[in-house]
């Protein structure tokens, strides 16, 4: 298990990083490399070059203000899973980041590769579709922004042009009013999900305006589903299930050896259930209010 | 095909190498046969089981997804950088002595690695922090135990190593 | 007089050089050595119609290159059948690289020797096999049915059909009040060991002789079986054991093909060579266990007790036999564990698969046993609406019936006899620990709460310690300093300290001053290996008696020297004195006495040059002696020593999502007297965490193609911390064993063997308490399939 040769750029200006790329039709791109390692490792994939944006400059930042949180390309999950400000300003960031794989892996891997490797078992992917993130990318004819919905296009395919680099994601703040939770089920702690749920909900008094959820592990590409109208305003037992009937109808899970199609939809069920609750009390929680 | 080869310098444990590698020489290589630190052990090279783990600028990753041409410019501590100045075993060895925290010892050096940095992050961990610490480590083994009881036992000898330098000053 | 180490806990000698990154395991050794790189099989079922190598001559840093057609003499033979048995009517072994045809994926077809790994592998690319793929037979079931043969000239894929019984179990089935059958199903799983296989060869030109470093659990096999497929005297041949990352039964198989080629290409090359295995291709090409089918018919009384037993089971090998029938003698025999049934019949057909080889993995074999014997106790127990344990209790060998024949024929050739144990004591022990009698109002303040949980229990006596031998070489040096070798090898099981502590307690010295040796044919060459639970009762047996042995010389030597009776001599910390004077001599002193000397090399010496010592009128060694304070010395028992054990398990089965948590986890474990506790019990940790494995995550997922699904740690799901109990309640029992000097049976792999049948027991006691409960027949067992279990019940409940 050892990668197949290639060249190594490690470029110290953006500019030189998208020459090297606009040049080498087989280039990749490392930046973390926690999943791209693996793959070069096991020579499933043998790129002809890598390009190492490790050098590139402020690249690692992570930023919140009251728009949302701004995850610049080199920021480590870690990085990003510690900030006090990202927590606050978008608390479902952190809340899934604790989930993805484990520490030593965050500590080198980035959120922005994560994005872009567009996993649909990944927790980040599905976050930022859900929050309706967006990616930013710099190419040959300039920056261009990605929303989260056009992203996605393929099981690990994204919409990303072989020779664009992701600079930086876009995380939007959680709206006044709203609540976020997440939670998922793996075979071993800190495995890829069979199921997760992540749920964004915003209420009015005790009443749910709006409720959206997004699932990994069940589709096959990111997948987010609106609940608001299953829900018809409520979380009781009666409005989460069809909430979770709503959100089976959008899904498409698989069997695989870790997990059937039935079992990964009934946890999708009962997460859905679970996770629509803890949002909902903490949309009622932020707004001062309780249950 | 003569391979390119790199010229890189790598600093381990506080000493400068320069060593030569072609871009592919992934990190846990480098310092195993170019460097002949073999403490650092491979026991997967995909990232899963730790037992490579050694850290970058004081944070634990993973040497086998790692390239060594990465490596340069940055500061990696090894399993043969815990011991103490006068060469006595540092906490974290010292506890999993105490502790039996090891059996065949295979995968120690990335348990060492990984909990040398997550007591300076947390020097009073609980047993449950101490699972947490560990928790991307697989050991075949010890069945865990032992070395949740070395988490804890090694950060106590660190604070107490503290108090007496504490002390001392 | 010093105190005493035997049964104390002390710590590791081994840890000092563990800790620091300074052991020595295989792939640290020989930095300069060329590495190797073998293509293997990428089909489960193939001939191969021709392979080209000549794209890899081109390749820069490529040495050699080697295929079938490559090899000459015993190397173009099968590799050896190591274990025959006269019911292994079509045993098979594979060649050290494939002639003609492929029979499991991962078998090697290719060797290359390059500069580095990456070079290798590059080259493996290169080469272009042609293959004519065959259909592939995977699983038992298709093995059984034998619509395709995984060898032709091995009718229904049947390597060996055995069969053993005590009495006539169908007649005492027949005539039981009471009946019941079980089908029983455990899966493919496997040692997995942090560090693969290994090994380093260096060939001296000058001295024609090969020096092998492999990571392996049998020093002596290896060098036999190189020296044999090598044409080599055993003479030329050196095998050294170094730290070995845990080997849990893969690495007693010898020799691998790389165990092989490695070696001859370094007497090719000149060069030294290493061969450093990965971990796809551990998962691919080293050794499975665990898979078997039983299926159990048994008769019993109104009390439970057990008049006749019944059982047929198949298991599946995998493609090729080169450990013979271990594992499933074994399943045959030790299913019976600590009961007595009536009657008791078993057969077995050992069936071929395309698959990657079956050879013994820590419990080899016991695991299945103990699961069918103990699905079959609970089976009993639910039939006639009588406690769990009180049926086990009606069915033991009672401690006044010892020695116990059980009438059958164990895995070493020898009767099935069980030295000593006192099971009924044993079962008060875990009941206490788990609260066994408290767990119904546990269960109900549970369920209070909307949980479900279960209990579950399962016993099980461990054969250790077999045969054929083992033996000692302990050297007191002239500086007092004892070294100390045995044959066996060690793979983490702390020997360098356990067997330090009964040389120290044997011959009076400080633990501090004895350093032993293992694994390494230089020091001893006569040894067996590290397998079946043995290394303590055989080889520390064995330096129990050559510690002996050298004390006697020492204290004969110093009965001269001091002018005093043997009986009067007493060593204390290395130093031999006359009991109550101050009339004393170290023994460094007496290591110089006894080696008489022409030539002084320094001050100690000159004690024992020719005009300071001996009477003489004498020969300076008598007849019947010899020089140096040396003691050799073998122990070979007439048969096994029996441990056992048992564990109870209190899980929670959650009510939504199927998951399965460990609330409780206890064992009580007799293995006669405890050398070191510490080292015993993290044993049992060890050994726990693998039957949480086994139970719970770790499965082969081969497909219908015969292809590895899940050959990596990313999807073979080995438990890390956070899948294990949060603590392991222990307590001992000490039962010697009247079979050694020391009083002590095996513990390696006594901590795995219940996992599966504890587990089992206390998902289906958790389930019972839901309508409609249904037994657990199959392990492991994931989430997944209790949800679907619990949903197929539930609708057949609802069609009735």
């Known amino acids: 298990m050892k990668p197949a040769p290639f060249d190594y750029v490690r470029p110290g200006t953006l500019e030189e990083a998208l020459q090297a790329l606009a040049g080498h039709p087989e280039a990749k791109i490392l930046a973390g490399g926690q999943s791209l390692v693996p793959l070069l490792s096991m020579r499933l994939a043998a790129p002809a070059v890598l390009v190492d944006i490790n050098d590139l400059p402020d690249l690692d930042h992570v930023r919140a203000d009251a728009d949302g949180v701004r995850i610049g390309a080199l920021a480590r999950h870690a990085e990003v899973l510690k900030d006090a400000e990202v927590a606050r300003v978008q608390p479902l960031v952190p809340l899934a980041l604790a989930n993805v794989a484990h520490p030593t892996i965050r500590n080198r891997g980035t959120t922005v590769g994560s994005l872009v490797h567009a996993d649909a078992a990944a927790e980040m992917p599905m976050v930022l579709r859900l929050l309706d993130g967006s990616v930013d990318v710099a190419g040959p004819g300039g920056r261009r922004t990605i929303p989260a919905a056009e992203l996605y296009v393929g099981p690990l395919e994204s919409s990303l042009h072989h020779d664009e680099i992701a600079v930086e994601a876009f995380f939007p703040a959680l709206g006044a009013g709203s609540g976020v939770a997440f939670e998922e089920i793996a075979r071993r702690h800190g495995d890829y999900a069979m199921c997760g749920v992540a749920a964004v909900v915003t209420v009015e008094g005790d009443r749910v305006v709006s409720a959206k959820a997004g699932y990994l592990s069940v589709s096959d590409i990111p997948a987010v589903v609106d609940l608001t109208e299953a829900l018809d305003g409520s979380v009781d037992a009666t409005a989460l299930a069809a909430a979770a009937a709503a959100a089976l109808e959008e899904l498409d899970p698989e069997t695989d050896i870790h997990a059937t199609a039935d079992y990964r939809a009934h946890l999708a069920t009962v997460l859905t259930a679970r996770v629509v609750t803890a949002a909902y009390d903490d949309a009622r929680t932020r707004a001062g209010g309780s249950r | 095909m003569s391979e390119k080869q790199h010229e890189i310098r790598l600093r381990i444990n506080g000493t400068e190498h320069d060593v030569a590698v072609p871009a592919r020489r992934l990190l846990s290589d480098a310092l195993r046969h170019d460097l002949g630190l073999t403490g650092t052990h491979v026991g997967c090279e995909h990232g899963v089981c730790g037992a490579c783990t050694v850290l970058v600028d004081g944070e634990p990753m993973r040497s086998c997804l790692m390239f060594a041409v990465s490596a340069a410019g940055h500061d990696v501590t090894t399993v043969e950088g815990l011991a103490r100045p006068d060469g006595e075993l540092g906490p974290v060895q010292q506890a999993f002595r105490e502790c039996h925290g090891l059996q065949c010892g295979f995968c120690t050096p990335g348990f060492l690695t990984t909990i040398t940095a997550g007591i300076a992050e947390n020097p009073e961990p609980t047993e449950d922090e101490a699972r947490d610490m560990i928790a991307g480590n697989l050991c075949r083994c010890t069945g865990y135990q032992n070395i949740v009881k070395a988490v804890c036992r090694a950060a106590e000898l660190a604070r107490d190593d503290r108090a007496s330098e504490d002390g001392a000053a | ?800």
């Open chain 3, 1 to 800: 007089m010093t105190t005493k180490m035997m049964g104390a806990k002390v710590q590791r000698v081994e840890d000092d050089r563990l800790v620091r990154g300074t052991g020595r395991y295989v792939d640290d050794v020989a930095l300069d050595a060329l590495h190797t790189a073998v293509l293997r099989s990428p089909h489960a079922h193939a001939r191969i119609l021709s392979i080209d190598v000549d794209a890899v001559l081109d390749v820069e840093g490529v040495h050699a290159v080697w295929t079938y057609d490559d090899l000459e003499g015993a190397m173009a033979e099968p590799l050896p059948l190591l274990i025959p048995h006269p019911t292994l009517t079509h045993g098979r072994t594979q060649y050290a690289l494939a002639k003609d045809e492929v029979n499991y994926v991962g078998e090697a077809i290719a060797f290359v020797v390059a500069d580095d790994r990456y070079v290798a592998e590059d080259a493996l690319a290169r080469i272009v096999v042609e293959y004519e793929p065959l259909p592939a037979v995977v699983g038992l079931e298709a093995a059984r049915t034998a619509a395709n043969l995984v060898h032709d000239d091995v009718p229904g894929n049947v390597g060996a059909r055995m069969e053993q019984s005590n009495g006539d179990a169908a007649a005492a089935i027949a005539a039981a009040p009471h009946t019941l059958s079980l089908d029983l199903k455990i899966e493919r799983s496997a040692c997995m060991p942090m560090e693969g296989r290994g090994t380093v060869a260096r060939w001296d030109p000058d001295q024609g002789r090969l020096q092998v470093w492999t990571s392996t659990q049998t020093s002596t096999g290896v060098r036999a079986a190189v020296a044999a497929k090598l044409g080599l005297d055993l003479g030329q041949v050196d095998v050294i054991t170094p730290d070995v990352g845990g080997g849990f039964g893969v690495k007693i198989v010898h020799p691998w093909p790389e165990e092989l080629l490695v070696p001859l290409a370094a007497q090719k090359l000149g060069r030294a060579v290493k061969f450093t295995e990965d971990r796809r291709e551990h998962f691919i090409s080293s050794a499975h266990e665990r898979a078997q089918e039983h299926h159990v018919e048994v008769g019993f009384d109104d009390e439970g007790r057990v008049l006749g037993l019944d059982v047929r089971f198949w298991h599946d090998h995998g493609a090729y036999t080169p450990y013979g029938l271990i594992v499933p003698i074994i399943t045959s025999t030790q299913l019976l564990g600590p009961y007595k049934p009536g009657a008791y019949h078993v057969q077995f057909d050992s069936l071929y698969t395309n698959t990657v080889i079956v050879t013994p993995y820590r419990g080899a074999g016991r695991p299945q046993g103990c699961f069918v014997m103990e699905r079959t106790m609970d089976a009993i127990a639910a039939a006639l609406g009588k406690d769990r344990a009180d049926v086990r209790a009606v069915n033991f060998i009672q401690p006044d019936e010892f020695p116990y024949e059980q009438g059958l024929i164990f895995q070493d050739g020898r009767e099935l006899t069980y030295d000593s144990g006192d099971y009924p004591a044993m079962l008060d022990k875990i009941k206490e620990l788990v609260d066994w009698d408290g767990f119904e109002s546990f269960r109900a303040a549970k369920a209070a709460e909307g949980k479900r949980v279960g209990l579950g229990l399962a016993c099980y006596v461990e054969g250790t310690g077999v045969g054929p031998y083992e033996g000692a070489h302990v050297h007191i040096e002239t500086s007092g300093k004892v070294k100390v070798a045995t044959g066996l090898t060690s793979q983490g099981q702390g020997h360098q300290t356990a067997f330090a502590q009964i040389v120290a307690d044997e011959l009076g010295v400080r633990f501090e001053d004895v350093e032993i040796t293992t694994g390494d044919t230089r020091r001893m060459a006569y040894a067996v290996g590290t397998f079946a639970s043995r290394a303590a009762v055989m080889s520390g047996s064995a330096i129990h008696l050559a510690a002996k042995r050298t004390k006697e010389k020492a204290l004969r030597i110093a009965a001269d020297a001091l002018e005093a009776d043997v009986d009067d001599l007493e060593i204390v910390d290395g130093v031999v004195s006359v009991k109550g004077t101050d009339s004393s001599i170290p023994l460094g002193t007496i290591a110089v006495l006894s080696n008489p000397l022409r030539y002084a090399f320094d001050e100690a010496s000159k004690a024992a040059t020719q005009f300071n010592v001996g009477d003489p009128t004498k020969p300076p060694v008598a007849e019947d002696d010899e020089p140096g304070l040396e003691g050799t010395d073998f122990y070979s028992p007439p048969r096994s020593t029996f441990a056992s054990g048992m564990h109870a398990v209190i899980v929670e089965t959650d009510v939504e999502t199927a998951e399965i948590r460990i609330l409780k986890y206890a064992v009580v474990h007799d293995c006669g007297h405890l050398i070191n506790p510490m080292i015993v019990e993290g044993q049992i940790h060890g050994g726990v965490a693998q039957g949480v494995g086994g139970a719970l995550y770790e499965r082969m997922a081969y497909d219908e193609s015969g292809q590895l699904l899940n050959a990596s740690f990313m999807d073979f799901l080995m438990p890390y911390v956070t899948e294990v109990p949060t603590s392991i309640e222990i307590d001992h029992l000490e039962t010697p064993s009247p079979l050694n000097p020391l009083g002590i049976k095996g513990a390696g792999e006594a901590g795995v063997i219940p996992g599966s049948a504890a587990f089992a027991a206390a998902i289906e006691d958790a389930e019972r308490s839901a309508l409609p409960s249904f037994g657990i027949t199959a392990m492991p067992i994931s989430p997944s399939e209790l949800f679907a279990l619990r949903a197929v019940h539930a609708s057949s409940e609802e069609s009735k």
